[in-house]
């Protein structure tokens, strides 16, 4: 069974950068895909991007060239971060493996404030 | 980006009711849909993958079906444990994108 757990600072001062760490057990991150969802206070869900298991990365262009999605081999983790936050970038953070098809495994999330 | 728009936004359902919820692509998607139930403070559970195949472990009430631009997810008869917000996916086209979620209440 897979299974995926975010760690990354809760809050987060306007301009800065947002880390999060997606821990992988039960697998390979070198397998499928993996992605990153977001779900601000209120609203529906959004795709941030992806990794592929070749460490091919894929962006929302809703987000621009704020966002980076990269992986470590080595520790069975892939990673977020997200520059120039502003408050509307507030929300719970979901890693998540993808398929080709569909996402299959999701983590618990973690919510992250964007506030001085 | 492909927009997708489900309805109703929001619906009330008794227990044992049958319950269908439409999602609409803007444009075809071929059958590359996805079904999600989302609780609060829980994270998302895949239901449905390419618009008709059950994940592992979801029961037999839930069914999706359609293909190109129009979909529908069905709970035959709902269970207390149901009542979530459903959201439907696309992953046709990069970026993937969500509906705006249904809200499935109890009556």
Redesign the interface.
Known sequence: QVQLQESGPGLVNPSETLSLTCTVSGGSITNSYW?W?RQPPGK????L?YISYSGSA?????LKSRVTISMDTSKNQFSLRLSSVTAADTAVY?CAR????????????TLVTVSS | DIQMTQSPSSLSASVGDRVTITCRASQSIGNYLSWYQHKPGKAPRTLIYVASSLQSGVPSRFSGSGSGTDFTLTISSLQPEDFATYYCQQSYSHPATFGQGTRLEIK
Request: glycine share 20%; net charge negative.
């Open positions: 992605t969802v529906g869900l959004e795709s991007g894929n962006y929302n262009p809703s979901y993808g398929q080709q098809t569909h996402i299959d495994y999701w983590g618990q999330g």
